[in-house]
């Protein structure tokens, strides 16, 4: 029996590069989280110790500075292409490319003044290979509520269910969202936010239209609103924490509680996943 290498990848995660365009008295901000992820011809370094095709971790960070001020921060798209079809063409060595980002809001305040937005953080995951390329979307910690038109009943119950069935519940969740575009829309980079905001609406619109049967029910509306609204997206993919609220138990204080005293509780919680996609959707990086 033999042992051998298996596949591999390295790179740098999570450099933190804030951008400032100072086009005049009035600043804009971009601020982002980059990882950069390599493979290729890499087996020397782990079998012998021959770094001859590594490219420092280090050199990749400071190439997420030098484009940043090169090339400027406008949709994180199609700053991961830039960067991903840079080390795969300046690499010999390197075969495929993955760049992950992270980007953070910023309400403006004023001219140069700027408040962290609370909302969900925008992503993208960009990968370049001998096969092509694949541009995944997404967003994470999307928080939505509804306050009832959620149900939860008819589910199996064995010698360990206490859960009793409901036909009114609050339903809540953390979306995090991720879609994979059709092509890489190099012929006009503004589609990315047009796209960003039409997925968005569209997650939102189908959790806050369905009468919920659970929270899969609401996950499947969800991806098929985005893939009918969306003719770009080829994909959807739903991780949805179930955010439980428990009724409060006001009897010993003499109280009746119709549905409107709840604690919210932070673990454990039942975790909603799935993936939405077109039946002729060609087929994906699993890893994404």
Request: proline share 4%.
């Amino acid at each position: 029996m033999g042992i051998v290498l298996g596949a591999n990848q390295y790179g740098k995660a999570e450099t933190r590069v804030v951008r400032v365009v100072r086009d005049g008295p009035r600043h804009d901000l971009r601020d982002l989280n980059v990882t950069t992820c390599l493979a290729g011809d890499l087996a020397a370094t782990h079998l012998t110790g021959d770094n001859a095709n590594v490219l420092p971790t280090d050199s990749q960070k400071n190439t997420v500075y030098v484009f940043a001020k090169r090339h400027g921060v406008d949709q994180i798209e199609d700053f991961g292409l830039l960067l991903a079809r840079h080390f795969v063409t300046s690499q010999p060595a390197i075969t495929r490319a993955r760049i992950d980002i992270e980007e953070y809001a910023w309400q403006r305040l004023g001219p140069h003044s700027f408040q962290r937005a609370g909302g969900e953080v925008r992503t993208a995951s960009v990968t370049v290979d001998g096969d092509g390329t694949q541009v995944v979307s997404g967003l994470t910690g999307l928080v939505l509520l509804n306050s009832t038109n959620s149900e939860f009943a008819g589910f199996v119950q064995d010698e360990y269910t206490t859960l009793p069935p409901t036909k009114d519940r609050i339903l809540a969740t953390a979306v995090n969202a991720h879609w994979r575009h059709a092509g890489d829309r190099t012929a006009d980079g503004t589609a990315w936010a047009d796209a960003y905001d039409r997925v968005r609406a569209a997650l939102v619109a189908g959790f806050v239209e369905t009468y919920s049967l659970a929270l899969q029910h609401t996950l499947y509306a969800m991806g098929e609103r985005v893939l009918r609204e969306c003719p770009g997206i080829v994909e959807v993919r739903l991780s949805l924490p179930n955010k439980h609220h428990l009724l409060v138990n006001l009897a010993p204080f003499g109280l009746d509680n119709p549905g409107e005293v709840f604690v919210a509780t932070d673990r454990p919680y039942g975790l909603i996943e799935g993936a939405v996609h077109r039946d002729d959707a060609p087929a994906a990086d699993g890893a994404w």
